[in-house]
């Protein structure tokens, strides 16, 4: 067997990673591929690093062990409103208007929270759970398992209203779980987008194609694949939702490009589709820069501000997060945020009163905290504490129609 040199394990790694994935590792983004080789490593209890190089070829098991170290799985519900409500208001319409089963693919639905926003707009609208199913397809089999599952923390909750969790969730000890009439909408399967000649749906059977915040991590070459699969799948006139400026309508030459309501929705030409044709969409920002700015790490939890913390929670890492929020916390005279913040990361460990205290000491340091208010009625309402959650969310309202409620980024930044 040849002796391969540290970096020629890491290049060689890295090129095999990106042909399976699409993921791409410029030589300044090694490291975190020597992070999840070293793991690897210690669990095989393997030395030789070009034994690991010998066993990802020939053990396909080995790679289920591997993606979930490498792919990024962060998800809410209700992400990205404005192309929910073109979902909603234009494309979903459009498609059960024609007679037949309609197949709904959310392509690297991570933990589940796009393909049940999907669902939860099929079932919103009324539209019978055996007139349309969502197909949610993940690389990552440990994301697929939790989203089988279907329980979540409030992290996956964090700019969904409290209608929506109300309408499609129950409260249960773990977290909160999707509604059974949700659930039996939506099935998943483990699927590479990028495994040419294997599609989740029969050729031509897809009315829709949601892929969002899965193509950013690629090269030019390696979307276009995944276009090329995507059309395949998709029948004529079925369209292609992408994330906001992940896919540039020059890349996407085998399909029409609508802006519809300031939304950009690409659809499989059909000739018995009328099309609205648009001038170019404003360029999006350049491959690379946009995934130096989503995959920006934050190395030290010493330094860290308040981005980077949900930087981290977003990348799913919950306890370095809470650490480094704790160290905000005790830099400075904690702020309504940071506490908020804390409350939530706390709540996504189970410790729901050490939430309760710290949303309390958020409303204390400023009563106009809005997010908090919203929080704590949510909490208190999945411990049946229905009259203390009302007064909150009286609070909440009062904060709404004055205009006084301050309302805190409760976003990440991914
Ligand atoms: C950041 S998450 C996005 C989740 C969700 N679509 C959203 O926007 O909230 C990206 C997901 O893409 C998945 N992914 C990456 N490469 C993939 C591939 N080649 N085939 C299928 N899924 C892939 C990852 O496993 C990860 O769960």
């Given at each position: 067997m040849a002796q391969h040199g540290e970096s020629d394990v890491e290049v060689e790694l890295a090129a095999l990673v990106e042909e399976r994935t699409g993921l791409h590792f410029s030589v300044g983004r090694l490291q975190q591929l020597e992070r999840a080789l070293q793991v690897r490593l210690e669990a095989l209890k393997l030395a030789d690093r070009s034994e690991y190089l010998q066993r990802l070829r020939s053990r396909p098991a080995e790679w289920d062990e591997l993606i979930p170290l490498l792919v990024t799985p962060e998800s809410y519900f209700e992400r990205g409103k404005e192309q929910l409500r073109l979902l909603r208001d234009h494309i979903l319409p459009r498609l059960l208007a024609q007679p037949g089963e309609l197949l709904l693919w959310v392509a690297?639905?991570?933990?589940g929270e796009d393909a049940y926003t999907l669902a939860a707009l099929l079932r919103d609208a009324g539209?019978?759970?055996?007139?349309a199913t969502v197909l949610g397809t993940d690389i990552n089999s440990v994301a697929l398992a939790k989203a089988e599952q279907g329980v979540y923390g409030q992290w996956s909750f964090r700019d969904t209203s409290a209608e929506f969790r109300g309408r499609h969730f129950t409260s249960e000890a773990a977290g909160l779980a999707v509604h059974p009439s949700l659930r039996r909408r939506v099935r998943f399967q483990v699927h590479n987008?990028?495994?040419?000649?294997?599609?989740?749906?029969?050729?031509?059977?897809?009315?829709l194609v949601l892929c969002r915040?899965?193509?950013?991590?690629?090269q030019r070459p390696t979307r276009q694949l995944a276009l090329a699969q995507f059309k395949r799948a998709l029948m004529s006139g079925g369209w292609l939702i992408a994330g906001h400026?992940?896919?540039?309508p020059r890349d996407a030459a085998d399909f029409e490009a609508n802006l519809i309501d300031g939304v950009l929705a690409f659809q499989k030409p059909a000739s018995t589709v009328v099309t609205v044709r648009i001038p170019p969409a404003p360029p999006a920002p350049a491959p690379a820069a946009a995934r130096a700015h989503s995959r920006?790490?934050?190395?030290?939890?010493?330094?860290?501000?308040l981005e980077g913390v949900r930087r981290l929670a977003g990348q799913g890492r919950i306890a370095e997060a809470l650490d480094g929020c704790r160290s905000v916390a005790a830099s400075q005279p904690a702020s309504a945020e940071t506490l908020h913040l804390l409350a939530t990361l706390a709540s996504e460990q189970g410790d729901s009163r050490e939430a309760e205290g710290l949303l309390r000491q958020a409303l204390y340091v400023?009563?106009?905290?809005a997010p908090a208010y919203r929080d704590l009625a949510l909490l208190l309402e999945s411990q049946g504490r229905h009259t203390s959650a009302q007064r909150c969310r009286d609070h909440l309202a009062r904060l709404l129609a004055t205009g006084n409620g301050r309302f805190g980024p409760d976003a990440v930044a991914t």
């Amino acid at each position: 067997m040849a002796q391969h040199g540290e970096s020629d394990v890491e290049v060689e790694l890295a090129a095999l990673v990106e042909e399976r994935t699409g993921l791409h590792f410029s030589v300044g983004r090694l490291q975190q591929l020597e992070r999840a080789l070293q793991v690897r490593l210690e669990a095989l209890k393997l030395a030789d690093r070009s034994e690991y190089l010998q066993r990802l070829r020939s053990r396909p098991a080995e790679w289920d062990e591997l993606i979930p170290l490498l792919v990024t799985p962060e998800s809410y519900f209700e992400r990205g409103k404005e192309q929910l409500r073109l979902l909603r208001d234009h494309i979903l319409p459009r498609l059960l208007a024609q007679p037949g089963e309609l197949l709904l693919w959310v392509a690297g639905c991570s933990t589940g929270e796009d393909a049940y926003t999907l669902a939860a707009l099929l079932r919103d609208a009324g539209v019978p759970a055996q007139r349309a199913t969502v197909l949610g397809t993940d690389i990552n089999s440990v994301a697929l398992a939790k989203a089988e599952q279907g329980v979540y923390g409030q992290w996956s909750f964090r700019d969904t209203s409290a209608e929506f969790r109300g309408r499609h969730f129950t409260s249960e000890a773990a977290g909160l779980a999707v509604h059974p009439s949700l659930r039996r909408r939506v099935r998943f399967q483990v699927h590479n987008i990028l495994a040419s000649g294997s599609l989740p749906c029969r050729e031509g059977g897809c009315g829709l194609v949601l892929c969002r915040n899965v193509m950013i991590y690629w090269q030019r070459p390696t979307r276009q694949l995944a276009l090329a699969q995507f059309k395949r799948a998709l029948m004529s006139g079925g369209w292609l939702i992408a994330g906001h400026n992940e896919v540039h309508p020059r890349d996407a030459a085998d399909f029409e490009a609508n802006l519809i309501d300031g939304v950009l929705a690409f659809q499989k030409p059909a000739s018995t589709v009328v099309t609205v044709r648009i001038p170019p969409a404003p360029p999006a920002p350049a491959p690379a820069a946009a995934r130096a700015h989503s995959r920006q790490e934050v190395a030290h939890v010493a330094g860290i501000d308040l981005e980077g913390v949900r930087r981290l929670a977003g990348q799913g890492r919950i306890a370095e997060a809470l650490d480094g929020c704790r160290s905000v916390a005790a830099s400075q005279p904690a702020s309504a945020e940071t506490l908020h913040l804390l409350a939530t990361l706390a709540s996504e460990q189970g410790d729901s009163r050490e939430a309760e205290g710290l949303l309390r000491q958020a409303l204390y340091v400023d009563a106009d905290f809005a997010p908090a208010y919203r929080d704590l009625a949510l909490l208190l309402e999945s411990q049946g504490r229905h009259t203390s959650a009302q007064r909150c969310r009286d609070h909440l309202a009062r904060l709404l129609a004055t205009g006084n409620g301050r309302f805190g980024p409760d976003a990440v930044a991914t």
